[in-house]
C-alpha cells in the first residue's frame, strides 16, 4: 500500500424520512482511503454502513459534508456529472449479481465501457479473464453460470474501466464459504496486479479479518477502526 490518498470524506450526513420517522443513517462520518487500501467496512444491521458506502461511491449524495476522490469533489457535480463519474471512475460490486441476463460473461464484462462509448482492449479483457478464471465461460450466459462464476463476472466487470476504486457490498453474502475464500483472495489479486482499492461492505467476521483496515460503525457513527498487523 502506498501513501496516495485517494478518497477524503469529511462530516458526512446522510438522513432519510423526516419528523418523528427521520433516521440519520449517517451522523457526521469523516474517513480517508490510500491507493492500493483494502478497507472493510461492519456493522450490525442499520449501523450506516451500505449508506456510506453509497456515499463513497456516488451512488447517493449527502445532505452535509464533502467528499473528494482523487482531484474531484463529488459533493459539487451535479446529477449527470455524476452519472458520469460512476462510469468513469467507480467499480461496484454487490451481493446480487446484477448481472444483464442477454448478454454473456465477456460482454457484461465490457459493458460500463460500452456504455459510457468505449470499446474494450482485447488483451486486458483476455488477461482479465484469465483471471478471474473465466477464460472458458467468456461466451457463457448468467443462467449457465454457477453464483461463484456470476460475482466473478460481476467483479471483472468493476475492474474493466480501472476506477481508483471498487465499491462492494457485502459480495460474499450469497456464497458459501469456500467461494467467499476465493472472493477475497481475488480482490487481494487485484490490488496487487493493478493496484486497485477496495472499500467492501460485510457482516462477516472472516471476511472483515483480510482487510488491511477494519472500520466498525454502529448508530451511523465509526466506532472502532483497526489496522491488520502484517
Known sequence: MDNELIISAKDLVKSFGSGDNKLTAVDHVSLEVYSGEFVAITGESGSGKSTLLNLLGALDTPDEGTIIVGDEELTKLKDHQLAAYRRRHSGFVFQFYNLISVLNAEENIALPLNLDGRNADKKKLDELLSLLGLSEKRYCYASQLSGGQQQRVAIGRAVMAEPPCIFADEPTGNLDSQNSRE??????????KYGTTVVL???DPNVAAEADRVITMRDGKIIAEKVRKL
Do not use: E, S
Open 183 to 192: 472472493m477475497i483472495a481475488l480482490f487481494k489479486q487485484l490490488i496487487a
Open 201 to 203: 461492505v460485510t457482516h
